[in-house]
C-alpha cells in the first residue's frame, strides 16, 4: 500500500503546546486511501491531541495539514467535516431522542415543499445503513438501540457528510467481541470503498486484526510508523512504551492474609446484588469476577455504600458497621475508585492538587482545612510515587490522560490511608504500561497489609493479583476460587458451568 | 494567592473603573466626597451604600450557584425578613430582637430551600421559585397589604444610620462580604463547595457531604437575602412588602455573572460577584446622573449590561490577547522555557 | 359630600361587629375587586364593605387576585345569583363585552369602580373614577399658589414609567404649571411609585442639582414623597420648608409628614368610590333614574390648614 502515491491526509510537523508543556512536537502523519492507520501510544502520548488538532478542535501551534495536497485549516470539528474529515468517538455524539434517520440527516434533512421529507429520509436511511449491514428501522429512537449499533450510525453519518477520511476514536471500548467484529465489517467495508480509516484504540490484538499500518506516539513525538504485516507485536509495544514490557502476569502472592477486617452476611441490595455472605481480611486482594451486569460494580457500591445495601449486616474488625453513604464508609477507612472516572471519580475543574487531596479533607471536615503546603507536599508525594504525568499540579485534572487520572484518584484514595481500597475496573481505557505500574501497585499495598477488592472483566488481571476470586452471574456469588485453583479457564467454567446448571 | 485573586478579579475591576468613568463623564462633580452631619456624603458613598442589597445577595447567590444551583427566591426572602423584623419592631420588641427575628425567618426561608434542592432532589431554579412566589404573599400577609412603618431609630439605623462616618449598610455588606470570605477560603468550605458543583457524584463518592453543603449554601442565601431585606426595610422605616426585593434576585445572578462565574457552577469568586454588583450600581447610578428621560432607563441599563458581559466574552478575550500578542509582546506566552520530557531516558 | 360618607363609614366602621347578612331587607350587591396589590386598593376594599354594611346592603366580595379570567367568572357567578348590582374595578380595559352583556340581559346593573373599560357605555351604568389628571393639576395649582412669583426648580418622582397614572398626572401637574414661567421642572426619573425607590432617586436629585438649588419636590404618589423626605432629611435639609413636597393620594403615612412639617400638600385619591356608586344605584333603583356614564370623584386637597393628626386616626385602620 505505500506504493500508492498520493496519500489522501498528510499532516508536517505539527505542534500544539499547553502550558508547561509540550503535547504534540513536530508530528507528521501519512495516510492513505483504503488504509487502516492505527494510532498508537500509552496515554498522554499525544493521540487525542493529534485528532483534536486535525479536526481543528485545537488550534495547532505549528504544522501544516494537506487534504489531498491542498492545505487546509479547520477552524473547528464542523468545518473539518465540510471538507471531508469525519470523526467518531468512543462517547456516540449522536442525539439519542431522535430517531436513526434524524441523527443520520441531523442539519441536512431532505425537503419537500419547504417540509422535512420523513418518508424520504427513513428510505435514505435503510439504504444507507443497509450498506453498513444494519437492517434496522431507521424511524425507532437511536437511543433504543445498542452502543455498537449507534457507532455503526455515528460512523455512517460521518461518512456521508465527510466520505474521505473517517476518524475512529476508541470505538470499540465498550463493545463486546461479537459487537468489535461487526464494527470492523463496517470498516472494511468502507476502506474498499477507499476511504483512508485512522484507529484509535488501546486494545492491541484489534490493531493487529484490522489495521495496515501504525504510526506510533510517545510524548508526543512520532517514534515510528510501521506496516503491521511486518512488524511484531513485542516491536510495536517496545515502541509504545520505551522498554521492553514486563512479565504481564505474575504469580500469585502466597503469603499469608492478616486479620479479616470485614465481614457481610446476607448483606445486599434489593434490585442490585443478592445477600451474600463475604469476608475480607487485611493484607488480601479478593478479586470479583462475573459478566458485565453479574454485580461486580453493585457489590463495589454497596459495601462503600454508594448505593447502600438494604438488608444484612455488615462487621468491621469484629463489630457491627453502617455503611449507610459514602461518607460513613470513608470515615470507617474503606475507599473506593470507580468504574466510569468521568463521571464518578474526578472533580474535572478542580486542580491535580485538590482531586487529590479531596477525600482526605473531606474526611477531616470542612474546619480544619488542609493547608496548601501539606496538600502540596501531600500531592508531590504521589505524583512521584505513582509517576502520574502532569505539568504542573494547578493544572485541571480533566487536562490528564485517562491513565494519570486513574493513577491521580488512586492517590486521592492513599491519601486517606486506608483499610480497605475497592478498585472498580482499575485498568479499563489504561494503556499497557500503566496498567502494569497498577497491577504492581495493588501488590505493593496488600504487602503493606492493605486489604483490596479488585472488580474486573478481564480475567487476567484477577488472576495476576488476587488471591481469591467470587465468581458472579446473575447479581448472585456463585462460586469462589482460592490459591492455585484461579487461573482464567477455571473463572470461565465457574460462570459457564453455573450457566448450564441454570 | 493575593497575586492570584488580584488576576481573576482583574476584569472586574476594570469594568467597574471604566463605569466610574462612565458616571463622571455624565456628572464631572461624581468623585466629590464631603463631611455633612458627621457622614460622608457623596456619590461615590451612595454606590456603595445602595449596592449593600444586591451586594449581600451577591456574597450568597455566589455560593448558591457555585454549587451549580441558584436561588429566585432571594428578592421574596428579603420581602419576609424585612415584614417579620418591622413587625417585631412595631409589638415593642428590642431592634436587636426584631432582626435576629428577620435574620430567622431568612434562615427558615433558605433551610426550606436547602431542603427542596438537596433532601428532595429537585432541581434548584424549580424548588426556589416556589418560594419566589409565596414568599411574597407571606410577607403581604405579615403586614396585611400595606407598608408597615416603624419609627425605631435603632432597626432605621440599619439601613439609614452611619457609623464612623460611613453608612452602616456599607460596613455590612463589607463585613458579610470578609466573613464568607475568611469562612470559605480559611476552611475548606470553599473548595468543597466547587467539588461538589463541578461533579456532584464524584465529591460524594469521595465522601464530601454534598447534601450538608447544599443545604448551608441555600441557608447562606438565606440569611444574607435577610439581611439584605432588613437593611432595605430600615433605610424607608417601613416594610414595603409589595416592592421590597422586587426583582432583585435578578440584580444578583447579573452580578455573579458579571463577576465571571459560571452558572454551571464549580470555581467561584466572591470579590469578582461584589464588583459585579458595584459595577451594576454605578450603571445605576449614571442612568440617574445623566438626567435622561426615564423612558431609556432600562435600554440603557440592558446596553450598558450587553457590552460588559460582551467585554468578558471568552471571544473577545482572545482577541484582545491575540491584539497583544501581535503588538511586541511575546507571541506564544504558553510556551514554557523548559518543557518536561518525562520518558526521554526511556528511548530505545 | 362624598368625604362626609365616608367619615361616617369610618366611625361606623368601629362599631361594625353585626355582619352584613344580618340586615336581611337591603339588596344584594356583588363586588369583583382586582385584587390587594397597594395599600390604597386595600383601603378601597375596606371603605365600600363599610359603605355597604352602613346602607345595608349584603356585599358579596370576591378578590380576583389580578387575573381577569377570576372577575369574569365572579360576574357570572353574581349573575346566576340573581344579584341587584355589581361593582366591579377591573384589572384590565378589554374583554368585558360578553360578561357585560350577559349582565345587562340578567338587566343587572354593573358600576365600574376606579378604572374604565373598553366596551359600549351602554353595557354598564356608570363608572366612579378619579380624574388622574386632574389630580396633577390640583398638585400643580397648589404648587404655583405656594411659590408665587419666586423662581422655583422642581424635580419630579415619576410613577412607574408607562403607567397611566404616571402619564396622566405628569401631564396635569405640567398643565397646571405651564402658565407660570417661574416654575420649571429640572429633573424628572421614575421612583416606580415605592418608597424606597423615591428614596434612592432624591438622593441623586439632591446631588445631581445641589439642595439649595431644588425649591419643590412633586412625587406622583405619596410613598416615594415619604421616601424622599427621609433622603432629604439625611441631607441635612428641611423638608417641607427646604424643599416642598407636594404628593398624590393622600394615604395615611403622608398626613403624619404634613402634620409634623415635612410635607406640604397631598391630593387625595379617595378610597370611597362605592360611595357614589351606591348613591347611584339607590336613585336608579328608586326611579329608574340614570347617571351620567361618569361620576368624577373629588381630588380633594389636603394642606397643613387641615388637622392631618386627625385625618391620619381615621385613615390609619383601613387597611391602607
Known sequence: ?502 | MIKATLRRIAPQLAILALALALNFIVFPDFFSIRMQNGRLYGNLVDVLNRGAPTALLAIGMTLVIATRGIDLSVGAVMAIAGAVAALAVTSGHHWTAALGAGLLAGAVCGLWNGFLVAVLGIQPIVATLVLMVAGRGVAQLLTEGAILTFNDPGLSGLGSGAILALPTPVWIWVGVALAAGLLVRRTALGMLIEAVGVNERSARLAGVDSRALLIAVYLVAGLCAALAGVIVAGDIKGADANNAGLWMELDAILAVVIGGNSLLGGRFSIAASLLGALIIQSVNSAILLSGMPVEFNLVIKALLIIAILVIQSPKVKRAVYLLRASTGQPARETRPPAPRRPAEEGRT | MIHRNTLRGLLLGAAMLTPASARAAGETIGFSQIGSESGWRAAETTVTRQSATERGYDLKFADAQQKQENQIRALRSFIAQGVDAILVAPVVATGWDEVLKEARDAEIPVVLLDRTVDAPDDLYLTAVTSDTVHEGVVAGDWLKEAVGDRACNIVELQGTTGSSPAIARKKGFEQSIASAPNLKITRSQTGDFTRAQGKVVMESFLKSEGGANICALYAHNDDMAVGAIQAIKEAGLKPGSDILVVSIDAVPDIHLAIAQGEANATVELTPDMAGPAFDALEAFWKDGTLPPKWIQTESRLYTSADDNQAVYEEKKGLGY
Not at chain 1, 187 to 198: E, P, Q, S, W, Y
Request: charged share 25%; net charge negative.
Open chain 1, 1 to 502: 500500500m505505500e506504493q500508492m502515491a498520493e496519500p489522501v491526509l498528510q499532516a508536517t510537523g505539527v505542534s500544539k503546546y499547553f502550558p508547561g508543556a509540550i503535547a504534540l512536537d513536530e508530528v507528521d502523519l501519512r495516510l492513505y486511501p483504503g488504509e487502516v492507520h492505527a494510532l498508537l501510544g500509552e496515554n498522554g502520548a499525544g493521540k487525542s491531541t493529534l485528532i483534536k488538532c486535525l479536526t481543528g478542535a485545537y488550534a495547532r501551534d505549528g504544522g501544516a495539514i494537506l487534504l489531498e495536497g491542498v492545505e487546509i485549516d479547520p477552524r473547528d470539528p464542523l468545518d473539518s467535516q465540510r471538507l471531508g474529515i469525519g470523526t467518531v468517538y468512543q462517547e456516540v455524539n449522536l442525539l439519542p431522542n431522535l430517531t436513526v434517520a434524524e441523527n443520520l440527516f441531523l442539519g441536512r434533512q431532505p425537503t419537500r415543499f419547504g417540509f422535512v421529507d420523513h418518508r424520504r429520509m427513513k428510505r435514505d436511511s435503510a439504504r444507507i445503513l443497509a450498506e453498513y449491514g444494519l437492517e434496522i428501522d431507521p424511524g425507532r429512537l437511536l437511543s433504543s438501540f445498542s452502543i455498537a449499533v449507534q457507532q455503526i450510525v455515528a460512523i455512517a453519518r460521518a461518512v456521508e457528510m465527510s466520505g474521505k477520511v473517517l476518524i475512529l476514536d476508541e470505538p470499540t471500548a465498550s463493545l463486546d467481541r461479537e459487537e468489535v467484529e461487526l464494527m470492523f465489517s463496517v470498516v472494511r467495508r468502507l476502506t474498499a470503498r477507499g476511504l483512508a480509516v485512522v484507529f484509535i484504540t488501546h486494545f492491541l490484538d484489534q490493531v493487529f486484526a484490522l489495521c495496515d499500518r501504525a504510526t506510533i506516539l510517545r510524548n508526543g513525538r512520532v517514534v515510528g510508523s510501521r506496516l503491521l504485516r511486518e512488524a511484531g507485536q513485542t516491536e510495536i509495544v517496545t515502541l509504545m512504551l520505551g522498554r521492553q514490557l514486563e512479565a504481564a502476569t505474575r504469580t500469585p502472592h502466597e503469603a499469608e492474609p492478616g486479620e479479616v477486617l470485614l465481614s457481610f452476611a446476607g448483606f445486599g441490595r434489593r434490585g442490585a446484588i443478592e445477600p451474600f455472605d463475604m469476608t475480607i481480611r487485611s493484607g488480601e486482594v479478593v478479586g470479583l469476577a462475573g459478566l458485565l451486569g453479574s454485580g461486580r460494580s453493585e457489590t463495589c457500591a454497596a459495601i462503600f455504600g454508594a448505593a447502600p445495601a438494604d438488608r444484612g449486616e455488615a462487621r468491621l474488625r469484629g463489630l457491627p458497621v453502617r455503611l449507610g453513604d459514602p461518607r460513613e464508609a470513608v470515615g470507617h477507612g474503606l475507599a473506593f475508585c470507580p468504574e466510569d472516572r468521568k463521571i464518578d471519580g474526578i472533580v474535572g475543574d478542580l486542580s491535580v492538587r485538590e482531586n487529590i487531596v479531596l477525600a482526605l479533607q473531606a474526611r477531616q471536615g470542612w474546619a480544619k482545612p488542609i493547608s496548601r503546603a501539606r496538600a502540596q507536599e501531600i500531592a508531590e508525594g504521589y505524583v512521584k510515587a505513582l509517576d502520574i504525568r502532569l505539568a504542573h499540579l494547578d493544572m485541571p485534572i480533566r487536562l490528564l490522560s485517562g491513565g494519570n487520572q486513574q493513577k491521580a484518584l488512586l492517590a486521592r484514595w492513599l491519601a486517606t490511608e486506608p483499610a480497605l481500597l475497592i478498585l472498580d475496573e482499575p485498568t479499563r481505557g489504561i494503556d499497557v504500561g500503566a496498567h502494569a505500574e497498577i497491577l504492581n501497585l495493588i501488590e505493593r499495598l496488600r504487602a503493606r497489609g492493605m486489604a483490596l477488592l479488585v472488580a474486573s472483566s478481564e480475567m487476567e488481571e484477577l488472576v495476576a493479583c488476587a488471591g481469591r476470586v467470587i465468581v458472579l452471574r446473575d447479581r448472585r456469588q456463585v462460586e469462589e476460587l482460592t490459591g492455585a485453583d484461579i487461573s482464567p479457564d477455571a473463572i470461565v467454567r465457574a460462570i459457564a458451568g453455573e450457566e448450564e446448571a441454570a
